[in-house]
């Protein structure tokens, strides 16, 4: 019983395209404040906002890909590739570890299944964040990752009760493949 707890806590987490049958997970991590403080929005999304968004994403446009991460057979978060622009080549990227699963290396691995998408099945040139300059840990991942900070945005969003600067980070295909040659 102990080995399945340890094996479980260290399980490589896998990307799978978002669900309908996701939602209600998606719900609840934009509900928590403390979640969406870091996403700069405040924490109120339907459930129906949810839907048509979701049918508006299925009916068209390749403006955006979410996925699910999964690990250990178990919903533990959710990265996306927003405004995907196939002129210049360039998205966002935005995640979120569920509260109760964050510390497990998830968030590495998850960001590096999403640039590994972005770069070899999008061919795209470059991904870029945004991130609250006091989020030490998400930059560390980040950095960690290959972004590096391009500059800082002052007082850029309010959340919870404060303006925030955001560091903008970016990632360019060739170094990312480059890196991945060597590693
Ligand atoms: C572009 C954007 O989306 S920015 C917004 C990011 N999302 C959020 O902040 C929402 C709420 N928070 C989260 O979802 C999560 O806490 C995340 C995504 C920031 C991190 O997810 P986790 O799964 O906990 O991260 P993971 O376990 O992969 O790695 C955390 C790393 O940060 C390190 N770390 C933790 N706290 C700190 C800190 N205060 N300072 C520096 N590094 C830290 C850990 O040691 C670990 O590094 P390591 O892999 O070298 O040991």
Redesign the pocket.
């Known amino acids: 019983m102990a080995d399945a707890t340890i094996s479980e806590t260290f399980a490589a987490p896998r990307l799978r395209a978002l669900e309908r049958a996701d939602l209600a997970f998606v719900h609840g991590l934009f509900n928590d404040p ?2 969406m403080r ?2 700069f929005e405040p924490a109120h999304v339907t459930l129906t906002d949810l839907e048509e968004t979701f049918a508006q994403q299925q009916r068209g446009g390749d403006r955006e890909r979410r996925f699910i991460v999964e690990a250990a057979g178990r919903r533990v ?1 959710l990265v996306e590739l927003v405004y995907i622009d196939h002129v210049h080549r360039n998205c966002e ?5 569920a509260p109760g ?9 998850a960001t590096r299944g999403a640039l590994d998408f972005a770069f070899r099945a999008l061919n795209l040139h470059k991904v870029y ?4 300059t006091e ?8 950095e ?1 990752a290959g972004f590096i900070v391009e500059g800082v945005l002052r007082s850029e969003f309010f959340a919870d009760g404060a303006y925030r600067d955001a560091t903008r980070m970016g990632i360019f295909q060739n170094d990312y493949l480059a890196a991945e040659r060597r590693a």
């Open positions: 403390d979640v870091y996403w978060g990227f935005q995640i979120i570890i699963e964050q510390g497990r290396g998830y968030a590495g691995a964040l945004l991130v609250d989020n030490a840990a998400a930059i560390h991942v980040y960690k």
